[in-house]
């Protein structure tokens, strides 16, 4: 039968059909004519009047559109954009779906129940990407490796399958203008109660440990590494304790500058005692 059809819509385009349409069969197949002997449409439907349709103009610029219940679904323009909810694609693939409607865009399956759904979601034009719960993880593979991955709890892998409970993990370096850490700080170093080592210890904890009190050590951080906000809270702990430690330095440098002072005004006194006693002893 479909090779029958298939004859006759050549020959009707071969020699320029005259009729405005024609009707093969019964609820099976219509062909068009614009009138000019040009073949411009085919159209098959059932009963309850879902059909599809071919509209092609001749020699001419044409579009081909496919139909079901006399709504446009899908359309191959001139150019060979293909529309899927449009008639006026703008790339090689349009799709288009109402807004606020995660059930349309572009969804990609498999026989396992897998699903990928690519769509936009609300007025906001928020392009979501969505896999199913059985889909994990979505990954990213380029020249036959996987470069990148998405597991369903949301945690993201670059150079690294192994993401453990990290939000994001990368093996390899970053490269970025700028980096916010949002973690505690070390002020309590200030604080009243806070209960300042002393130099003498601190030497004694480096002779032991072979590292600063509450700093890794070498080769705890070459097995764990370090968090880079912990760290920094770390530093500025020792950073304000050297600050501390130097005050304190200096404050006995000026009261050492001014014990001195008084010991050269003291000699001073001592000299012009000594000047008058001598100078009374060669009087006598």
Excluded: C
């Excluded at 019964?26 to 085919?42: D, R």
């Excluded at 380029?142 to 690294?160: A, F, W």
């Excluded at 080769?219 to 020792?238: R, Y």
């Amino acid at each position: 039968m479909k090779k029958i059809l298939t004859t006759i819509a050549l020959i009707g385009i071969s020699f320029g059909m005259k009729a405005q349409d024609l009707t093969l069969g019964i609820n099976n197949a219509l062909l068009g004519n614009n009138g000019s002997g040009l073949f411009t449409q085919l159209i098959f439907w059932n009963g309850s009047n879902a059909y599809y349709g071919r509209n092609a103009l001749g020699a001419g610029i044409n579009n081909q559109y496919f139909r079901t219940n006399g709504i446009d679904r899908m359309i191959i323009n001139y150019d060979g954009n293909i529309g899927i909810g449009t008639t006026q694609p703008t790339s090689k693939l349009f799709i288009n779906q109402p807004l606020d409607n995660n059930n349309g865009g572009l969804s990609i399956s498999d026989t396992g129940g897998r699903l990928i759904q690519i769509y936009g979601e609300g007025s906001a034009g928020r392009q979501v990407i969505r896999t199913s719960a059985t889909l994990n993880p979505l990954a990213f593979d380029l020249n036959g490796n996987e470069k990148m991955r998405i597991n369903s709890n949301g945690n993201v892998g670059i150079g690294t399958t192994n993401l453990g409970s990290w939000k994001l993990a990368v093996n390899g370096k970053i490269r970025a203008k700028e980096i916010k850490v949002e973690t505690g700080w070390s002020d309590f170093v200030f604080y009243d109660d806070y209960k300042l080592p002393t130099l003498q210890e601190v030497e004694n904890h480096i002779k032991e440990k072979g590292h600063l009190k509450d700093i890794p050590s070498e080769k705890e951080v070459e097995k764990n590494g370090i968090f880079l906000g912990e760290m920094d809270s770390k530093l500025l702990q020792k950073i304000e304790e050297l600050t501390l430690y130097t005050i304190q330095q200096q404050k006995e440098i000026d009261n050492l500058e001014k014990e001195n002072e008084e010991v050269k005004l003291l000699n001073k006194k001592l000299l012009e005692l000594q000047s008058r006693l001598e100078k009374l002893e060669s009087e006598k």
